[in-house]
């Protein structure tokens, strides 16, 4: 399973977000969610640096799962990344 | 303005320009919604999927329909969020795929 708690970075507004939110409840996974479109001032600042080291193109949803950074609603990869099965 | 309004407006506008909106009817209402809560909060349509700053100059690439539908319907079939669909996608002649983020990095702030 993960050593590290998954980190997700994700937007209230957008159904790409959501639904990545919606499948690490699914499955039951603990993680860390900051709603980036809250934040504002030199938080905000910091944590849009924080996206940028890990994406480059700085957009959501973005989700750390240990050494592994994937950009987007990829359902197949997020379960690979946490260990989880896929049923094919 | 209700979210159904705003369906029924954008549904007419657009399909007269052979642009339609996604088949999966809660994704739609939802990005709709989402839209009218980007006008209550910014003042204008942002994008649902993509970061606003509230600076209206800085955020007009991204007023929806944004600056990259047209260039991601011509090769995904499908804008950013998923909002609108080409007719070939619409037409299940091409199939639903991932879009990459083409805004430039550079203007989220």
Known sequence: MTAEKP?????????HCKSTKKLLTDCDVEY?????????????????????????????????????VIVGYKEKEIKEALGIKNES | MKVEQLYTALKKSQEARG???NKDRDLVFELLDALLKNKDRYGYMACPCRLACGDKEKD???????????????????????????????NNEIEAQYVPERRPPEKIF
């Open chain 1, 7 to 15: 980190i997700l970075y994700a937007l209230s507004t957008c159904s």
């Open chain 1, 32 to 68: 860390d969610y900051v709603q980036v479109d809250d934040l504002e001032g030199e938080e905000r600042k910091a944590i849009l640096a924080d996206i940028k080291s890990l994406n480059p193109r700085c957009s959501f949803p973005t989700i750390k799962i240990n050494k592994t």
């Open chain 2, 19 to 21: 642009i339609y909106f």
């Open chain 2, 60 to 90: 007009r690439d991204i007023f929806c329909p944004c600056e990259y539908r047209a260039p991601d319907l011509e090769e995904f079939g499908t804008c950013y969020c998923g909002l609108y669909v080409s007719s070939a996608l619409n």
